[in-house]
């Protein structure tokens, strides 16, 4: 996502000052070399192996203590640049904290924040099932990573409320921000996430002898996977003829793998994690993709499926769905069982009448909704749009006669491991 947003933005005449709290470390040159592209910096020198990070709970605290420190030291970088050229925008994408922005900065700029997720919701779900994570991890794990998560909430609170814009990855995803962080919705513009469309190749071929059932994620909280265990189960009592194939690792604060350990062996398997390198392959093997999620902002899943010709069974909380023509994604309910098993049951169907129209209506939709280049224009008409209806400032685009928002937008991005 950074790197599509990142050249999307450069090729539309966007300069762009990325600043980074990790250190240095060799990018793509197509993205290094690109004119209106400029790398800064930070110090963090977390390291994984170490006395802080050789389990999975202090690996999660003090990777966030050492991002946030080294992005609080970025400051008086952004200032210097900012006195040096003008930026126009300060463009925050991934995370919602906002600790590299000096405040002050905020009031003659705008803020523009473009989250993937919100602690508030990752916290609700963590509540909410915890009683499954007490049977997937220890017990000091869930008042632990609650009470980092409710100290993050509420700074996410404070951040997100001083946003000239929010830019929200789909509807679903802005109505979590506007009930739990007071959003005002006239500060919002929805706008999916991008996705590169040529680096997936779509399969059109009938299914295979049994139908190849994809489950791609994270085997984690509020993802469903108890769901996609019980929709096997209840597959196998229909005799409806699958292959299901769950794809994917834990996160650092939550592991459900042992729920995986009530799959029917029949007709499902665990296969683990696999590279990004891979998953086009494993895309293009499956004929049905399934996303049980109960919260989730997106689901990148979703898009790289039909942009591999594969049709979609999901639920209404996954917000990648939205938009999409109902011949390739069926949605239900989060945690019906019988439903997402019916769901299933009749995309096989359709899938086997006609594979070839409804893998080139798949990737004709991913083309529509999820094109980097269509992506990356709606995000620049927002932020022109933003930065034409401010109050003239000295220096800035808007105040210079025939300008347009071609200086520098300060970026931040919370990841760099892509």
């Not at 400051?75 to 930026?87: D, E, G, K, L």
């Amino acid at each position: 996502m950074a790197r599509e947003l990142l050249l999307g933005l450069a090729e539309r005449g966007h300069h762009i000052d990325c600043f980074f709290p990790s250190p240095g470390h060799p990018l793509p040159p197509q993205i290094s070399a690109h004119e209106n592209l400029r790398f800064i910096w930070g110090t963090s020198a977390w390291k994984w192996n170490r006395w802080y990070s050789r389990t999975r709970l202090g690996a999660f605290v003090s990777g966030l203590i050492a991002r946030a420190r080294a992005s609080v030291r970025l400051r008086a970088q952004i200032v210097s640049h900012h006195r040096s050229h003008p930026y126009d925008v300060i463009y925050q994408f991934s995370s919602i904290e906002t600790p590299a922005v000096p405040v002050g900065l905020t009031r003659t700029v705008p803020l523009v924040i473009h989250p993937e997720t919100h602690i508030a919701g990752e916290l609700r779900w963590l509540i909410a099932e915890r009683q499954l994570g007490l049977r997937c991890q220890p017990a000091y794990m869930l008042p632990a990573v609650a009470t980092v998560m409710a100290a993050r909430a509420l700074v996410q609170r404070v951040a997100i409320g001083r946003a000239s814009l929010v830019v929200c990855i789909s509807a679903v995803f802005r109505d979590h921000l506007i009930r739990d962080y007071g959003v005002r919705p006239e500060r919002t513009v929805v706008i999916p996430n991008a996705i590169r469309i040529d680096r997936f190749t779509p399969a059109s071929g009938p299914p295979a002898d049994p139908p190849r059932i994809l489950v791609l994620g994270r085997i984690s909280v509020r993802k469903g996977v108890e769901t996609v265990v019980a929709v096997a189960r209840a597959l196998e009592r229909r005799g409806v003829p699958v292959r299901i194939r769950i794809v994917g690792a834990p996160s650092l604060w939550s592991d459900y793998t042992k729920l995986l350990e009530d799959l029917p062996s029949e007709n499902s398997e665990y296969v683990g994690h696999l590279p990004p390198s891979e998953v086009p392959a494993e895309l293009a093997r499956s004929d049905i993709l399934v996303q049980a999620s109960k919260y989730e902002p997106f689901a990148l899943t979703v898009a790289e499926a039909l942009a591999t010709g594969v049709p979609v069974v999901a639920t209404t909380e996954v917000g990648a769905r939205e938009g999409v023509d109902e011949t390739v994604l069926s949605q239900v309910q989060p945690g019906d069982v019988q439903a997402m098993t019916s769901a299933i049951t009749e995309m096989i169907e359709r899938r086997r009448t006609d594979p070839q129209a409804i893998c080139a209506k798949a990737r004709s939709e991913a083309e529509r909704l999820f094109a980097s280049e269509r992506v990356c224009e709606q995000i620049s008409l927002a932020l022109g749009a933003l930065v034409d209806g401010l109050p003239d400032r000295p220096g800035s685009a808007a105040a210079r006669p025939g300008g347009s928002l071609t200086p520098p937008v300060g970026s931040f991005w919370s990841s760099v491991r892509r």
